[in-house]
């Protein structure tokens, strides 16, 4: 069976694989990106009108869910949104909801490389990345065209829209409106249950490991997975572990305690020795995994956050992992309508590319040689390639515009890697566009990693 749908950054065994952990929201339980999206920006518009006094007519704000992307950065500072390619170098820029003026991006941004351990920057790489970015652009954009306002400094902006979404997490905010409309955020998938049994048929343990509490939990799993199962009678008996508000990433690096939950009705109890088979809240990957007598390598873990999920996880417990990027499966599909821009644009640039060559022949004579050079071929060399550079330009315009309208690419900053792209490929063993991409396949499926040529080795 092809395994296209699952792409592989380091060799990975799955008949090795003795347990699969799942993160729930979004890779267990898939959300309507959007629908949640757009409650999630107006929860934070409504959070900064009533909690920290931004003025009511930030309620009019309209969500454009195609506004940003995952895996951009906030310059708290400036007011400014940024992609980064793989070296934190800029290569887009936003100041509220226009682009930034190439100039005025050049002045600012003299030092092209971004530290983002530096409180001035805030990367946006949550589930939520949609409506954070979208709402702080719209808040910059108003302080800027209204001045009477008194809307607070950029850096403020930031720091209240992050808080506003961080209470409407801690408050319920959000889950109170999915359990009044579950239909409406959360999307049913019966192939997903199916492929789970299938996978405890050959014998492989099931866990989850997720930040929401127990009750939002049991809403999900009840309304999710338990329709659809044919050897379990419920989700409990179809994971071996659940562990619910396991606070990652702190649950990968820190030794909180776990506590046994009932999950008839959601009372707990201390855990005193080993753990047993069931339910659970906070704890620690430490103990989880010493308990099961498991080395790292015997463990995979599937997420979608990449520092909640995916970084932290690699670094501090040497688990698998896969990662799944929702976007990922719109992104593929419009690269195999970009081929054709692409193939005119290589074949430009092979064009261009040995004008370009006696262009810093003859330019190279000039000033290192006391003969004359043709004045009038370098003049129309300059105006072919500059011809060449107009035509090349409009189709990348052209190719860009079928991914995001702003940002482009996902994964790519120009040519290069976009920095998300390198770190979905420095941490995480595998990944796809959902959990069942991989659930679909063999429990028993060898992905080899390809063999990546250097830049010296490819002709």
């Keep these: 069976m092809s395994t296209q749908k699952v792409y592989v950054n380091r060799t990975l065994n799955l008949k090795k694989i003795k347990y699969i952990g799942l993160d729930m ?11 949640f999206e757009r409650l999630s920006h107006t929860t934070i518009i409504d959070k900064l009108v009533s909690k920290k006094g931004y003025p009511e007519v930030i309620r009019k704000f309209q969500f454009d869910f195609q506004f940003a992307l995952r895996g951009l950065v906030i310059d708290r ?9 793989r070296y934190t170098a800029i290569r887009n820029s936003f100041h509220g909801l226009k682009p930034l003026d190439y100039k005025i991006h050049r002045k600012m941004y003299h030092s092209t490389y971004i530290d983002l351990s530096k409180s001035d920057y805030l990367a946006v790489d949550t589930s939520f990345s949609y409506s954070l970015a979208h709402a702080y652009s719209q808040l ?13 400094e950029y850096s403020i902006i930031a720091d209240d829209v992050l808080d506003a979404l961080d209470e409407a997490h801690r408050d319920g905010s959000l889950k109170d409106a999915v359990r009044k409309n ?23 343990k099931i866990f989850i490991v997720t930040n929401s509490e127990f009750h939002y939990s049991k809403l999900l799993l009840d309304y999710a997975i338990n329709p659809f199962l044919k050897d379990h009678k419920s989700w409990v008996d179809l994971f071996e572990y659940v562990v619910t508000f396991a606070q990652k990433p702190k649950f990968f690096y820190e030794d909180s305690r776990f506590l046994k939950v009932n999950p008839e009705d959601g009372t707990m109890t201390n855990v005193e020795g080993k753990l047993t088979p069931g339910v659970y809240q906070g704890g620690n990957a430490k103990k989880f995994t010493s308990t099961l007598d498991l080395e790292g390598d015997d463990i995979l873990y599937i997420g979608d956050h990449i520092y909640g999920d995916i970084l932290r996880l690699k670094k501090d417990c040497n688990w698998r992992t896969a990662m799944i990027i929702e976007e990922l499966e719109h992104e593929i599909k419009q690269n195999i309508t970009a081929e054709p821009y692409m193939a005119e644009i290589d074949s430009l640039m092979k064009q261009k590319e040995p004008l370009e060559d006696i262009l810093t022949d003859l330019m190279t004579q ?12 370098i003049d129309q060399l300059q105006k072919e390639i500059g011809d060449f550079d ?27 890697e976009s920095y998300f792209a390198y770190q979905m490929e420095r941490y995480a063993c595998v990944y ?12 028993r499926t060898y992905f080899r990693a390809p063999r990546r040529p250097l830049s010296h080795e490819v002709e």
């Design 182 to 204: 579950v239909e409406h955020y959360i999307i049913k998938d019966e192939s997903v249950v199916r492929a789970l049994e299938k996978y405890k048929k050959h014998g492989k």
């Design 366 to 377: 000039k000033y290192e040689r006391s003969t004359k050079v043709d004045e009038s071929k």
């Design 140 to 152: 910059v954009d108003l302080k800027d065209s209204d001045p009477s306002l008194k809307l607070p």
């Design 25 to 35: 929201d979004h890779t267990l339980v898939r959300y309507n990106t959007e629908n």
């Design 432 to 443: 796809m566009s959902k959990v069942e991409d991989l659930f679909d396949l063999s429990p």
């Design 77 to 85: 500072q400036r007011g400014n949104l940024l992609k980064l390619n």
């Design 390 to 416: 107009t035509q090349i330009s409009q189709l990348i315009k052209k190719q860009q515009a079928l991914y995001n309208p702003n940002w482009g690419q996902l994964m790519r900053a120009g040519n290069e």
